[in-house]
Nanobody, 129 residues
């Protein structure tokens, strides 16, 4: 059974930092991608960052470029999202998801939500002004 467990959310002041973790288990495929998405109240789900195990390609949403960094620890099957210079508009529930679709893994469209069949439960990030 594929499982994704997020941790690391919380409350932080604007300008602060948080590191989210996504521990993945239950799959043996070599080619996969882990994506981070977020959803704020009243807004659509937004792609935050994605990393592909295929070649290590990394993608970021425009709103987080230069502030967030994604990394993959293969030994621990864990993906980290380091979030710096946080802003109140970063407040959202952050979820990680895994995709085995070539469309995502090869970077054709890393934000194709329907190609992510497995999702974590989400972790709340709240940034106060």
């Amino acid at each position: 059974e594929v499982q994704l467990v997020e941790s690391g959310g919380g409350l932080v002041q604007a300008g602060g930092s948080l590191r989210l973790s996504c521990a993945a288990s239950g799959f043996t495929k070599d080619d996969y991608a882990i994506g981070w998405f977020r959803r704020a109240p009243g807004k659509e789900r937004e792609g935050v960052s994605c990393i592909s195990s295929n070649d290590g390609s990394i993608y970021y949403g425009d709103s987080v470029k230069g502030r967030f960094t994604i990394s993959l620890d293969n030994a621990k099957n864990t993906v980290y999202l380091q979030m710096n210079s946080l802003k109140p508009e970063d407040t959202a529930v952050y979820s990680c998801a895994v995709s085995f679709s070539p469309t995502v893994v090869l970077g054709v469209n890393p934000w194709k939500v329907y190609d992510y069949p497995y999702w974590g439960q989400g972790t709340q990030v709240t940034v106060s002004s």
